[in-house]
């Protein structure tokens, strides 16, 4: 499962430790998962989430738990022994960071009809963990649009591709104090990918030019003027190598205009393009998959550079809201 690392301008974890997180997700993803296979196998999956759903987390810490409120009171304290008032509090580090139970908890079925039902129902329920991770931070979160959470091609990166796959979904980049939106890039262990969609109906027919507009054709349906996808892929393209240039980052950059559905007739495609419909989609879909590398630096690097260039629109959580509002004699009556 690719890791969802920035979705448009919502604050992400990642942005706070990209060098953690990641890692940190596939080895708890294979945790859960080797955990729920052996008691399928066992049959003992109703003992092993029979506790109250409000008792079941997704992603439970190796270590104990800390209850949230003291970890906001420590992080506070160390605000209030700090002549900065403005250090970060991503710049503190916190092990093992506390998981919403409501948000995280793990609902499985008592009685699968198979091993890839029960991991479809996991892969579903990692969706709104991953959601949550590329929309909060320990002290902030954005409110997410759901649409996303139903957004079909959202769920074809993120579940479709293995968990060393990191994708930013839709980011908005503030260049010259200019926000600009793009599509998507898929930054593997061995390549970084801008990715522009070219899809409508199952089976239409693009037709391609240098002009600002194609033609979209279909024998249900009138012919219709579609955007030129070489406009948006080349503009994502051209952001990502300047701040791969910026950051040093040696990360290859591929551009691709993705029809997995649909066909794409343009004989005179530029060289560094790749037009992926019907007939070549499946190859490349295969080829990524099987991509078994591990998280390189480079990529790690190239992300963190995004991240950096990345607009970001949060509000700050309540519980923190809620004790920056209380008498200074109350703050200080904390332990330090």
């Known amino acids: 499962m690719a ?68 970890i906001f009171r420590k992080v506070k304290g160390l605000f209030n022994r700090s002549n900065n008032q403005e250090k970060a509090v991503e710049d503190i580090h916190i092990p093992n960071p506390v998981i919403n139970h409501n948000v995280f908890s793990l609902r499985v079925p008592a009685n699968p009809a198979n091993l890839d039902e029960l991991k479809q129902n996991f892969l579903n329920q990692l969706l709104r963990f991953q959601m949550k991770w590329g ?54 262990p061995v390549d970084a990918w801008c990715i522009t969609f070219l899809e409508a109906e199952e089976d239409a027919a693009f037709i391609g030019s240098s002009d600002r507009f194609w033609l979209r054709r279909h024998h249900k349906y009138p012919d219709k003027k579609v955007l030129n996808p070489f406009l948006a892929v080349n503009r994502m393209g051209s952001i990502v190598t300047q701040l791969f240039e910026l950051y040093e980052v040696n990360l290859p950059i591929k551009k691709v205009v993705l029809s997995r559905n649909g066909y794409v007739d343009y004989p005179e495609t530029p060289y560094d393009i790749d037009l992926l419909d019907k007939r070549r989609f499946p190859e490349w879909f295969d080829k990524m998959r099987s991509i078994s590398s591990p998280l ?41």
């Not at 604050?11 to 998962?33: C, G, V």
């Not at 399928?40 to 409120?69: I, M, V, W």
């Not at 839709?170 to 200019?178: E, G, R």
């Not at 630096?297 to 992300?303: E, V």
């Open 3 to 70: 890791q969802l690392i920035k979705i448009q301008d919502y604050i992400s974890r990642y942005e706070q430790d990209i060098y953690r997180y990641p890692s940190q997700f596939a080895k708890l993803k294979k945790q859960q998962w080797d955990k729920l296979q052996a008691a399928y196998h066992a049959g003992e999956l109703e003992n092993l989430y029979s506790q109250p759903a409000e008792e079941q987390t997704l992603f439970k810490n190796d270590t104990a738990e800390e209850d949230p409120k003291g």
């Open 135 to 188: 929309s909060s931070t320990l002290r902030e979160k954005s409110y997410v649009d759901q649409s996303f959470f139903l957004e079909e091609k959202l769920r074809f990166f993120l579940q479709r591709f293995p968990d060393t796959f990191l994708v930013l979904y839709k980011p908005i980049f503030l260049l010259k104090n200019a926000p600009i939106e793009v599509d998507v890039i898929l930054l593997t």
């Open 296 to 336: 390189k630096a480079q990529q790690l690097k190239g992300a963190q550079a995004l991240l950096d260039y990345c607009q970001t629109t949060s509000s700050m959580r309540p519980e923190w809201d809620a004790d920056q509002q209380q008498p200074e004699g109350n703050e200080h009556a904390e332990p330090k």
